[in-house]
């Protein structure tokens, strides 16, 4: 199966890219797909990971045919043939 992953803001200078599309075998989490790309892009590593915690959860919105993962199974969102993921940078202040 066919997934769009598309980058916004900083991430698109981050990963080198704006938009690219992964093959998975079907029933791939949203879990593999950000490990995938850790592999694949490694400066997205410190994106989406918190390497002291040793934690792989994400310095970035990330939105499934554009609904925002916490409203559906987390990293546990299981994707399908034609799914959009789109990561959104979070931006912290003071």
């Known amino acids: 199966m066919l997934i769009t992953i ?11 890219k704006t938009q690219l599309t992964l093959s998975f075998q079907d029933g791939v989490s949203i879990q593999t ?3 995938t790309l850790c592999q694949e892009l490694p400066p997205l590593k410190q994106i ?3 390497s002291e915690l040793n934690d792989a959860r994400s310095n970035s919105l990330i939105l ?3 609904r ?5 199974d987390g990293y546990e969102t299981q994707l ?3 799914d959009e993921i789109v ?3 979070v931006v912290h202040g003071g």
């Open 6 to 16: 598309k980058f916004l803001g900083a991430l698109r200078h981050i990963s080198g």
């Open 33 to 35: 797909v950000v490990e």
């Open 48 to 50: 989406f990971s918190d």
């Open 64 to 66: 499934v045919n554009g």
């Open 68 to 72: 925002e993962i916490s409203v559906l």
């Open 80 to 82: 399908c043939d034609g």
């Open 87 to 89: 990561f959104v940078p």
